[in-house]
């Protein structure tokens, strides 16, 4: 709260004081009032002009500065009201209750919305649940009953599969609960399960899976692993080169404070204005315009988990040459001094 | 012969399960009542138990923990909960896998055979017709005259041994290769078999993997 502005908004104040004050100096003159009795009543008028002015200036003073202060200083404002004195003076009482007022509706909204989301949250949860049944029921049927056709079907079926996932890991990602556990688990583990998913689609598309140097021991959640490495995969055979030497290499790095792992294609590679967006929200950038068939939502979720479980998640990519997707996993020592 | 039991509410899954189970030699009894699931499993005494976690009146979890007070029948939670959570608890609780829905056949299976093996005796050794094949040595033997397999090679021969006279198809064989960390191409399983079947003629079996065109080999 400034003075000057203060001075500005209760100018007019002082402009009647001062027409009164001429119409009563005139009077004075009028009834031949001596001059040491105009004295010292302009005396007395200055010292309670003066009063008027900053009793109610100071006042005010502490608890506007407090609010306006506070609001910066706050990472959520909207608390403000919590770090407040409730004021002393009239308007500032009214401007307290209307702001806690406000704030009450206002969460009694919020509460209503994260309700509703927890309960969609719940329902999808359980309607993926539902889901998988069928659909497990459909591979068994394509299994038990071989065939062209039901090979066909089985692929169709694992696309399915791989969408529901999709938005399984997406809801989980996106939300504050924590829907993870973090134990130790081996990578060659989590890469076994992840070829072995993905294994007609390698097969069919003539990519070759090549393991090598992944026996390390990492501290995350092997299901949200498995996911995360399956949408990069999935990339990787999305977007192959039509060549005879199709390959995607995964092999693991470790040093003394990290474990890396690197999966490598020789696929059609990200053009570089592309490389910074490649785990934005439903971009799929050239690529995606060439081979048309991607939400782009895989790596912006797999981003997500990552950043959820604490790995680091980069791509480095040459067009026309190769893709190489890095995961670095840190080393817990204090975990390993438990151990 | 094998008793599987299958505990699962849902008809149709239950029925598939139960058609793929059958034609791999297993004897499947499916449960039916879930009010005193505990007791009927125990009745039938089943080698092996499927059991899923959302099933009516208990749930899944609570059940294994009650039948783990009273037997040590080896279970396979089989759920479509796939969470790394339930994952842990169910394997705190005493099962001996866990497998999310859907799930690729293949691996089912595998992972019920793995399972009967480590609980019954485990036989490392198996003979085809006159040969004694050493699982662990990786070696076959006629007589005096032995040969050397790769793992490769191991893995495809006691598979179609296990799987004498019926149609195994490239899809099986690929499935436990990968499943046993060795990712090979089409290109590869073709040589590997060609390999193998060179040993075998090598040994005095000329001709007894069969090639059926477009589903799969079969071993005489």
């Not at chain 1, 010292?47 to 506070?70: A, E, Q």
């Not at chain 1, 990787?236 to 080169?241: G, N, P, R, T, V």
């Not at chain 1, 490598?264 to 060439?290: M, P, S």
């Not at chain 2, 509410?9 to 189970?21: G, Y």
Request: charged content about 25%; glycine content about 4%; proline content about 2%.
């Amino acid at each position: 709260m400034k003075f000057s502005e203060y001075l500005k908004d209760n100018i007019y104040k002082i402009i009647i004081y001062l027409i009164c004050y001429s119409i009563n100096l005139l009077i004075y003159l009028a009834f031949k009032v001596p001059k040491s009795v105009i004295i010292s009543t302009l005396f007395t008028e200055i010292i309670s002009l003066t009063l008027i002015f900053l009793i109610p200036y100071y006042r005010k003073k502490k608890f506007y500065n407090d609010l306006l202060l506070n609001i910066k200083a706050l990472d959520k404002s909207y608390l403000v009201l919590e770090t407040l004195n409730k004021p002393e003076f009239y308007e500032g009482k009214i401007l307290y209750q209307a702001l806690y007022d406000i704030n009450k509706s206002m969460n009694e909204n919020v509460k209503k919305i994260e309700k509703h989301f927890l309960d969609f949250k719940e329902y999808i949860e359980m309607w993926i649940h539902e889901v998988k049944i069928p659909l497990a029921t459909l591979i068994l049927i394509s299994n038990n009953h071989r065939g062209l056709f039901a090979k066909k079907t089985k692929r169709e079926l694992k696309r399915l599969e791989n969408y529901v996932d999709e938005v399984l890991y997406y809801e989980r990602s996106e939300n504050a609960e924590k829907d993870y556990l973090i134990k130790e688990v081996n990578l060659s583990e989590v890469i076994k399960n992840v070829g072995l998913k993905n294994m007609d689609d390698l097969l069919e598309n003539k990519i070759d899976f090549l393991v090598k140097d992944v026996n390390f021991h990492v501290l995350t959640d092997g299901k949200w692993l498995e996911f995360i490495l399956g949408q990069i995969i999935n990339n990787s055979i999305k977007y192959k080169k039509n060549i005879k030497n199709s390959y995607i290499k995964i092999y693991g790095e470790e040093s003394l404070n990290k474990t890396t792992l690197i999966i490598e294609d020789n696929g059609i590679g990200i053009k570089k204005h592309d490389l910074n967006q490649v785990f934005d929200k439903t971009f799929t950038g050239d690529n995606g315009r060439v081979v048309n068939k991607s939400t782009g939502m895989g790596l912006f979720i797999a981003k997500n988990m990552c950043e959820k479980l604490g790995h680091k998640i980069h791509i480095e990519s040459v067009y026309n040459e190769y893709t190489k997707v890095f995961i670095t996993f840190a080393k817990n020592e204090y975990y390993d001094v438990i151990k | 012969m094998y008793k599987i039991m299958i505990v699962e509410d849902d008809e149709a899954i239950c029925e598939e399960l139960k058609n793929l189970l059958e034609s791999n030699n297993y004897e499947v009894v499916i449960l039916k009542n879930f009010a005193d699931a505990c007791n009927e499993i125990l009745l039938n005494s089943p080698h092996l138990i499927l059991l899923d976690i959302n099933i009516p009146y208990i749930n899944g979890e609570i059940l294994l923990q009650d039948l783990r007070k009273k037997s040590d029948i080896p279970v396979i939670m089989v759920t479509s909960i796939n969470h790394e959570k339930d994952e842990a608890l169910s394997i705190l609780y005493g099962a001996d896998d866990y497998i999310t829905k859907p799930y690729n056949p293949y691996i089912l299976l595998l992972r019920i055979k793995a399972i009967l093996k480590r609980t019954t005796n485990n036989y490392l050794e198996i003979t085809y017709k006159e040969l004694k094949f050493d699982l662990r040595k990786y070696t076959l033997k006629k007589g005096n005259i032995e040969i050397i397999l790769t793992k490769n090679e191991m893995l495809i021969f006691s598979y179609l041994i296990s799987h004498q006279n019926k149609i195994v198809t490239r899809d099986e064989l690929m499935t436990i290769l990968w499943d046993n960390a060795l990712y090979i191409n089409e290109n590869a399983l073709t040589v590997n078999i060609s390999r193998l079947r060179g040993k075998l003629k090598e040994i005095g079996y000329d001709n007894v993997i069969i090639t059926r065109k477009g589903l799969g080999y079969i071993l005489t």
